[in-house]
């Protein structure tokens, strides 16, 4: 909440954007928690011995509609191969179609550019201890931009607010900025 | 509510005075934050943590409007409403 407040008071005052990175963060766990329950390979490097849980529908064995959105997912992110979370979830094509579509706007640019959202999901993915987040948002982050410097001033924020948050939970600190999140609108 | 006593700013040594007036003017409030009370208990812990997080949240190769956003997401994903 500290730094929500923060945030507000450095430009980023419109809920807008907050919706937005609220956003970002929960469809990025959501992914996370499937992508590396059912041990999906990871798509950017090395998996190591990941072996995924649940058959990959490749494109050549893909419906007419799948291809469709495969097409759009590989467009997106630039890439040859679907991700590996998007060929787990086409067994069911309905599911698949409107997952894609909400990832794709949540991760389009808008009030926040995509380069911001990257690095939400990154530090996300990375404080949620998902190795299929880091491999993708770290890809796609670099891939947008992202600098060596600016990948360590995100590590940098990781980690202190991970200790920051540990150390206001285990001695069950109150908020004390509350009356700084005035609603926008 | 908290399980140990937060001293009141008069209650820590006055060394520390500049720390907790660059701090006001960081948030742009006029009081001390809990978690500034807490790091600066032990205040080798607020020197050298604080001297990290400043430097970390100045504006760099990202902003430090996108910084506490990404703050916020780390809090978020640890579940901590501080």
Avoid at chain 1, 15 to 39: F, K, P, S
Avoid at chain 1, 80 to 95: M, N
Avoid at chain 1, 118 to 140: I, N, P, Q, T, W
């Amino acid at each position: 909440m500290a730094h929500t407040a923060a945030g507000k008071l450095q430009g980023y005052a419109d809920d807008a954007y907050w919706y937005e990175a609220a956003y970002v963060y929960g469809v990025t766990n959501g992914i996370n928690a499937v992508a590396d329950g059912l041990r999906l390979p990871l798509d950017f490097s090395d998996s190591g011995v990941r072996r995924p849980l649940v058959k990959l529908l490749e494109f050549e064995e893909a419906s007419d509609r799948v291809k469709e959105i495969y097409t759009d997912i590989m467009a997106f992110y630039v890439t040859e191969q679907v991700p590996s979370i998007f060929r787990a979830l086409a067994h069911d094509d309905g599911y698949l179609t409107d997952y894609w579509k909400a990832v794709r706007f949540v991760f389009q640019d808008s009030h926040l550019d995509r380069l911001t959202k990257e690095a939400v999901a990154l530090a996300a993915s990375m404080a949620a201890k998902s190795d299929y987040g880091v491999d993708l948002h770290l890809r796609e982050a670099r891939r947008l931009g992202l600098t060596e410097k600016g990948l360590m001033e995100v590590v940098q924020v990781v980690q202190l607010f991970s200790c920051y948050t540990k150390i206001a939970d285990g001695l069950q600190l109150e908020p004390d900025f509350t009356h700084l999140l005035q609603v926008s609108g | 509510m908290e399980t140990v006593r937060l001293l009141d700013e008069h209650e820590f040594p006055d060394e520390l005075k500049p720390y907790f007036d660059g701090t006001k003017a960081w948030f742009g409030i006029d009081y001390i934050p809990k978690m500034s009370k807490v790091l600066c208990y032990q205040p080798e812990m607020s020197r050298t943590h604080g001297r990290c997080s400043r430097r970390t949240l100045v504006d760099g190769a990202l902003k430090r409007r996108q910084k506490e956003m990404i703050a916020v997401a780390v809090s978020a994903i640890n579940a901590c409403d501080y």
